[in-house]
């Protein structure tokens, strides 16, 4: 279990490996990011947006001078893209070290799909994702050390796997369909790290969750409005805690030496809103393995990816 008050100070050096992040243009992704370089990993910003890339890039350097990180463009809401982003490593990339699943939108207000036919938070947060780690998992590193990190949240207690209607086309709310990402996101971190240990791979699956940080997560750029972006940031203000904080347990279950695989790692505060990373509270509806199953049959039916460990 972590230490009471682990900081990014105690990520240990990471000099050698490399860590791909996705959404690390700002919030918990650019946190992380800048920890990991800090540490003297090489890192990918995976992101959408190149002009943001360039201003992250920039304000990591000016922080660490010497940090080593570069930008490859991925849209985790489009499968085309997760395509061509996992390409690059078939192609003869490094080896990866760290890969932290964190890309994510939430509260999107209408229901929309995205080019490949997926409602937009689903895709984005969760089946991007699953495609990305099944086409780089032949890439990553078969170590003791290498981590995968799903971003989970809080928000998956109260939130419910409709296995018969994954893209919510019956009943869609917008913070249930979060909930539902980041459920998934948790039960298939799980999952792959049950497939990686009966597969005798050394690769550790961690998820993990950042209580309740200050990020923009709940804008959705151009869609949601000024007034519901607004209360969103005012809450998180109030309850949560900074992204620079929210990023610790994240941060931890990738680089820990004793974050264990198949656990969960979340803020160890009141309600796991706040504090430093510790183990944190699985829902018992996130524990069921048959569920688990069928979430990962119908995710490689949906993306066309299929692992091989």
């Known amino acids: 279990m972590a230490t009471r008050k682990w900081t990014a100070a105690d990520v240990p050096s990471l000099t050698g490996r490399l860590a791909v992040v996705t959404g690390s243009t700002s919030g918990l992704g650019y946190e992380a990011a800048l920890a990991l370089a800090r ?23 000016q922080v660490h001078a010497g940090a080593q990180v570069e930008f490859r ?14 390409a690059s490593w078939r192609d003869g990339g ?3 070290d760290i890969l932290l699943l964190n890309a994510g939108i939430s509260a999107v ?15 984005t ?14 890439n990553v590193r078969r170590d003791a050390s290498s981590r995968i990190v799903e971003v989970a949240s809080i928000a998956h207690r109260r939130a419910w796997l409709h296995l018969d209607d994954l893209q919510l086309k019956s009943s869609y709310r917008p913070m249930a369909a979060y909930g539902l990402t980041k459920l998934a ?27 309740v940080a200050s990020t923009d997560i709940t804008r959705r750029g151009d869609r949601a409005g000024p007034i519901q972006w607004f209360l969103g940031q005012a ?9 620079a904080q929210g990023a610790l347990p994240l941060l931890f279950a990738a680089t820990a030496p004793d974050a264990k695989g198949g656990a969960y790692y979340g803020p160890n505060g009141f309600r796991e809103i706040h504090g430093y990373p510790e183990e944190a509270e699985i829902a018992p509806h996130a524990l069921d393995r048959l569920a688990a ?13 299929t692992y091989r460990f």
């Open 39 to 61: 540490a003297g990993a090489q890192v990918v910003l995976a992101a959408r947006d190149e002009a943001k890339a360039q201003r992250t890039m920039a304000s990591i350097q």
């Open 125 to 138: 947060n969760y089946l991007g994702h699953f495609a990305l780690t099944g086409l780089l998992l032949p």
């Open 235 to 243: 809450l998180f203000n109030v309850i949560g805690q900074s992204a």
């Open 109 to 123: 207000p209408q229901r929309e799909e995205t080019e490949d036919g997926f409602e937009r938070q689903f895709a």
């Open 185 to 211: 996101m948790l039960m298939f971190g799980l999952e792959l790290d049950r497939r990686l240990k009966a597969a005798g791979s050394p690769v550790r699956s961690i998820p993990a969750h950042p209580g």
């Open 293 to 305: 199953e069928r979430l990962w049959s119908a995710s490689e039916e949906l993306t066309g990816v």
């Open 73 to 86: 463009q991925l849209d985790t809401a489009s499968l085309a893209s997760v395509q061509e982003f996992a």
């Open 94 to 96: 490094p080896p990866i």
